[in-house]
């Protein structure tokens, strides 16, 4: 599930993906029926419509976008509900908490819990939603060499230790979960557990700056140990930390 157009594709210039972005984060009408999720597109949370776009065609826009909520809702209930596929993640690119894309993913969440099993939203055994988009390529492949590897010896139990704000407490504007719920959803893809203690794998996850060295001394006591680890870095966008 994609918020906005894609640059550079059929012609749309940088400028349109730009006012797509923000005009389909404007708050929408709240709807759960599949057929009224299709037809509100447009239709704002005090019930009126929006107005003409500049810079993309907003009606091309809304056929693309009801053709993927189909083709989904088609997976959902044709593939997944009757076992014919194993596993299935939805990405949700650039989610919000508000906009047009939050009726779907509400009916998503729904669907999981009514027809698949699901508890919140989610069945980590079957199907799961969650902000992400370019990472699932790889989450699905660690699931499969998890189970090739794994075998019936059990998941594969993560731990989670935060260098700075716990993850529940970091919401990011174009996600509509905080860091620590999707870092969950992302242990559930890979067909993980997540335990307090005594895991196979400890996630040091770096929210804070200030941290880095307390997160390095974490991260060679782990390999003192022969603990395997995972860093996610929150703080240094790519860059060299510090040492």
């Known amino acids: 599930m994609r918020l906005a157009t894609t640059s550079f594709t059929e012609g749309l210039t940088y400028d349109a993906y730009v ?4 005009f389909m984060g404007q708050p929408r009408q709240a709807y759960t029926a599949f057929s009224d999720i299709l037809n509100g597109y447009n239709t704002s949370d005090t019930d009126t419509q929006y107005g ?11 056929n693309a976008r009801q053709h993927k ?4 809702y088609y997976v959902l209930d044709q593939l997944a509900r009757r076992g014919y596929i194993d596993f299935l993640a ?48 790889h989450s699905l492949v660690a699931r499969m060499a998890n189970h090739l590897n794994r075998g019936k ?9 935060y260098y700075g704000p716990h993850g529940s407490t970091i919401i990011n504007p174009y996600e509509y979960m905080s860091v620590h719920d999707n870092i969950l959803r992302h242990i559930d893809i890979v067909g993980g557990q997540f335990v307090t203690n005594s895991p196979d794998i400890e996630i040091i996850a770096i929210t804070d700056v200030t941290q880095v060295s307390s997160a390095m001394a974490g991260i060679e006591a782990n390999g003192a140990g022969n603990r395997a680890t995972v860093v996610i870095d929150f703080v240094a966008q790519g860059q060299p930390m510090p040492q």
Do not use: C, H, W
């Open 90 to 137: 939805v990405g949700v690119d650039d989610a919000k908490t508000e906009g047009v894309q939050i009726n779907e993913i509400r009916f998503v969440e729904n669907f999981i819990n009514r027809s698949l099993g699901g508890r919140g939203g989610q069945n980590p055994n079957l199907a799961i939603i969650l902000p992400d988009a370019d990472g699932l390529g």
């Open 52 to 62: 003409d776009t500049t810079e993309f065609n907003k009606e091309q826009y809304y």
């Open 153 to 161: 010896k059990g998941r594969t139990k993560f731990a989670l230790q």
């Open 19 to 22: 006012e797509s972005r923000n």
């Open 69 to 72: 909520f189909k083709t989904n």
